[in-house]
């Protein structure tokens, strides 16, 4: 069963459900600005192992199989389990944080259930907004926390419950090409240094 680990896109795979890991502790231990600067890297993981699996000369089709399903067990935690997590610690687990993480675990199921017996449309899109932009917007909205002040956690409820309406809507997104991988590179570092440099200040 491990030795599947082997395959490098796999184990690019696995290194990002660790990442994964380690954000959910993070954020259970109360440094959810750091737990989310971690979580960036497991989104980084997920982009890049499928650039490897592409890539990789006669690959064997049990590695493949393994890597797809392996694949969207990572998705669902740093995509779902991981934002929710998030949000019930910086909503002090109310109500509406209730609410929203479970919309956001439903949604996240869903949409991952379709895209695996799916796939992209024939035009090359996903439809439903992928599990990918969650870690992003949390990112964005930690890095302004301040500036929103006391509606933070209003704010951080009602934007993911719209986004869990967007993961299982029929709206078509177009899969990432290069240059949306480099500006996903360059966010998820700079971000994540700013969330770090935030958190030690």
């Known amino acids: 069963m491990l030795r599947h680990l082997l395959d490098p896109a796999n184990a690019i795979t696995a290194a990002g459900i660790f990442f994964s890991s380690f954000a959910v502790y993070l954020a259970l231990a109360g440094r959810t600005e750091v737990a989310v600067a971690v979580a960036l890297w497991a989104m980084l993981a997920d982009h890049l192992d499928g650039a490897v699996a592409i890539r990789i000369v006669n690959r064997p089709p049990e590695k493949a199989k393994m890597g797809k399903s392996l694949d969207g067990f990572a998705d669902i935690i740093y995509g779902a389990v991981f934002p929710v997590v998030c949000i019930i610690t910086a909503s002090n687990a109310s109500l509406l944080s209730l609410l929203t993480g479970t919309a956001l675990l439903l949604a996240g199921a869903i949409r991952l259930s379709y895209f695996s017996n799916f796939g992209l449309s024939e035009d090359n899109k996903f439809t439903g907004l992928p599990l990918s932009y969650d870690v992003p917007l949390l ?63």
Do not use: C, D, E, R
């Open 139 to 201: 990112a964005v909205l930690f890095l302004i926390k301040s500036a929103l002040g006391g509606q933070f956690n209003t704010i951080l409820n009602i934007l993911f419950l719209v986004m869990s309406v967007f993961h299982v809507s029929s709206i078509q997104i177009p899969a990432p090409g290069k240059l949306m991988y480099v500006a996903i590179l360059v966010f998820s570092v700079a971000a994540s240094a700013s969330l770090v440099a935030g958190a030690l200040a």
